[in-house]
């Protein structure tokens, strides 16, 4: 089945300790991005990847970190966590249109919640 | 950026069309429109997707006007369970901005 994962679903932390939410896809997409939705604001985005080893900022990008060394995997960093990081996080996949300048249908996971005490 | 302008939130009834405009003033010449619909603790997942004209699935029709600065979503003989968050997607390169979204609540 054609899917987004997302690791861990729940998670409870305190601030400043390190943690990791993995991101994986098996459909083949080159672009790939982390969101957090906060109430009221929407989705805002954080980080992006065009593809392996190619990473830039989104709208809100402070305070986290991102790599992508697989094509698959995208993980969101959060070096130090702080309150103002507890939302609800959100992965997502698409391919490149012809000619690699848009993105096409985003394909979501089903969300993380982190909560940081 | 692109950024999306929508009404914040619309009420329904059962049986009724409902249309949500989004503007997008600065959207790229190579960008499509779409929209997506989010249940709530779900990630948002596609509905219909737009260059220019009209586009029509099973779900929904977009209409986009010639200078593409706006579309609407129309969503025909709404049900309860048609109750949304909706949101218009401005893309410019790779950077994607979905704003607020606009809050559906259809009524019995």
């Known amino acids: 089945e054609a899917q987004v994962t997302q690791n861990p679903r729940y998670l409870i932390t305190v601030t400043g300790k390190k943690l990791t939410v993995t991101c994986s896809q098996n459909?083949?997409?080159?672009?790939m991005s982390w969101y957090r939705q906060d109430p009221g604001l929407g989705l805002r985005q954080i980080y992006y990847s065009m593809n392996v080893e190619v990473t830039d900022k989104g709208d809100v990008p402070e305070g986290y970190k991102v790599s992508r060394k697989e094509k698959r995997n995208f993980p969101l960093i959060l070096e130090s966590p702080s309150p103002n990081q507890t939302s609800l996080y959100f992965c997502?996949?698409?391919?490149?249109?012809?000619?690699?300048?848009?993105?096409?249908?985003?394909?979501f996971g089903p969300g993380t919640r982190l909560t940081v005490l | 950026l692109a950024k999306t302008t929508q009404p914040i939130s619309m009420d329904s009834y059962e049986g009724q069309e409902v249309n949500i405009t989004c503007s997008h003033n600065?959207?790229?010449?190579?960008?499509?429109i779409t929209w997506y619909q989010q249940f709530p603790s779900q990630g948002p997942r596609f509905i219909i997707q737009g260059y220019k004209t009209k586009v029509t699935n099973e779900v929904a029709s977009l209409f986009i006007p010639a200078d593409r600065k706006s579309s609407t979503l129309s969503l025909p003989r709404v049900s309860l369970s048609d109750t949304a968050v909706y949101y218009c997607?401005?893309?410019?390169?790779?950077?994607?901005?979905f704003g607020a979204g606009t809050t559906v609540t259809v009524r019995a």
């Open positions: 997502a996949s698409s391919f490149l249109r012809s000619g690699g300048t848009s993105t096409d249908t985003q394909y």
């Open positions: 459909m083949n997409h080159e672009y």
């Open positions: 997607l401005s893309a410019r390169d790779y950077k994607l901005s």
């Open positions: 600065n959207i790229a010449t190579n960008d499509y």
